[in-house]
């Protein structure tokens, strides 16, 4: 799974800078070094169909690792953890 990243270069986080499921997830990348790119959703659901294509939900966050697809901060956290991470896992 890290060759994977080595080719796209970036993780997408689909976001909002008030949830604070999302931050988390941002805190979490950021302390494994991981390189990513947020997009911030709009705030009605809505018109979030890029997050809702993608997931086929409309709730961030939603990380996006070449064809894999995650949602939720509780399934989020755990994978960068196991996939970059070195299987060590911290507190929320």
Known sequence: ???DLKKSGKLRLYSAAWCWYCQ???RK???LGLPYDV???P???S????VLELSGQTSVPVLVDGAKVID???RIVPYLEETYGRGERSLP
């Open 43 to 45: 705030i009605p659901h």
């Open 47 to 50: 018109k979030r169909r890029e």
């Open 24 to 26: 988390r997830v941002i």
């Open 39 to 41: 997009i911030e959703v």
């Open 1 to 3: 799974m890290a060759a």
């Open 72 to 74: 939720d901060d509780d």
């Open 29 to 31: 990348l950021d302390q």
